[in-house]
């Protein structure tokens, strides 16, 4: 199985970059990993939010492809103790076949078409984060959700 995280919009603090990249590397130790981006519309001033949502939706759904087990990040998605999550995932990693998708919506959220898409949702809390520093949390969840099903030192409880 591959897992990606499919994301709107690239980072461009330098902070958030080297953050993720740390996680992503470390979560590639241990299964297929990668975040991809779907760069940022152009001229969205002239857009309604709604506008920019749709057209970002557009961008997501034209990168899925049949097969793909697609899992919207939302804060209105199915919550989990870390640990629950590992477990997630190492259900995932014995079903799924080709790939997992993450997504992480842009700064308004997703389109309907999106969310009609979407196979599950998950929340990383009740709050509202930026669609940057989800990236970050989501990476790190990942990152830990992998150390605890091979027994690594990086989580306690
Ligand atoms: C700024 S938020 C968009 C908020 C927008 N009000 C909405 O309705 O979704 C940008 C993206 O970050 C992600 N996100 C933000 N907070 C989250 C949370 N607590 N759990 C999971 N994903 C979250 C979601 O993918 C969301 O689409």
Not at 13 to 35: C, G, L, P, V
Not at 96 to 101: G, H, S, Y
Not at 146 to 157: A, F, K, S, T
Request: proline share 3%; glycine share 6%.
């Amino acid at each position: 199985m591959k897992t990606i995280l499919l994301v709107v919009g690239r980072t461009v603090e330098q902070h958030y970059i080297t953050a993720i990249n740390d996680y992503i590397e470390r979560t590639k130790r241990y299964i297929s990993f990668d975040m991809e981006v779907i760069p940022e519309l152009k001229n969205t001033k002239s857009l309604t939010e709604e506008q920019q949502k749709e057209k970002e939706g557009e961008l997501i759904c034209k990168f899925l492809q049949s097969g793909d087990v697609v899992v919207l990040l939302d804060e209105n998605g199915k919550e989990f103790r870390s640990v629950e999550f590992a477990s997630w995932m190492e259900k995932k990693m014995a079903n799924v076949n080709k790939r997992l998708i993450f997504i992480i919506g842009g700064p308004y959220g997703f389109s309907p078409k999106v969310y009609q898409t979407a196979h599950e949702k998950i929340s990383m809390s009740k709050m509202t984060f930026s669609h940057q520093m989800i990236r970050l949390i989501f990476t790190e969840q990942l990152y830990r959700a992998m150390n605890i099903l091979h027994g690594g030192p990086y989580h306690h409880e």
